[in-house]
C-alpha cells in the first residue's frame, strides 16, 4: 500500500487546512486509518483515528473540536479537517493504515505510513 498525502500549506492563525491521503496499490477500505504528527519536541503525535467504517473517530485534546476526520472508501482516501488553527499545529503530518478495522492511538498499532506533509501556521 503507497499513500500519498496533499493539502501541505503554509496558513494564518486562526485559518483553515484540509489534508487528504489517498491509498493506493491495496484496497484500505476494511482499515482504520489515522494522522499523526511530528514536531521538533514530539517524534510522532497522534492527533486523529478513524475506524474502518467511518462510524468512529478519535482525536486527541489539543485538536479536539478543532478538527475533522472523514473518509471516502470509494476513493480510498482519508482526509483532515482542521480549523482554528495555531501555531503549535505547526508539524509534519503523516497518514497510516492501521493492521484492524479498529482505530488505535499508537503507532504499533499502524501498518503503512505515508511520507508525511508538512503544515506550518503562523502567528
Known amino acids: 500500500v503507497q499513500l500519498q498525502a496533499s493539502g501541505r500549506g503554509l496558513v494564518q492563525a486562526g485559518g483553515s487546512l484540509r489534508l487528504s491521503c489517498a491509498a493506493s496499490?491495496?484496497?484500505?477500505?476494511?482499515?482504520?486509518m489515522g494522522w499523526f504528527r511530528r514536531t521538533p519536541e514530539k517524534e510522532r503525535e497522534f492527533v486523529a483515528a478513524i475506524n474502518w467504517n467511518g462510524g468512529s473517530t478519535y482525536y486527541v485534546d489539543s485538536v479536539k473540536g478543532r478538527s475533522t476526520i472523514s473518509r471516502d472508501n470509494a476513493k480510498n482516501t482519508v482526509y483532515l479537517q482542521m480549523d482554528s488553527l495555531k501555531p503549535e499545529d505547526t508539524a509534519v503530518y503523516y497518514c497510516?493504515?492501521?493492521?484492524?478495522?479498529?482505530?488505535?492511538?499508537?503507532?504499533?498499532?499502524?501498518?503503512?505510513w505515508g511520507q508525511g506533509t508538512l503544515v506550518t501556521v503562523s502567528s
Open positions: 496499490g491495496r484496497t484500505s477500505s476494511n482499515n482504520a
Open positions: 497510516a493504515v492501521a493492521y484492524g478495522s479498529v482505530w488505535s492511538t499508537s503507532i504499533v498499532g499502524y501498518r503503512y
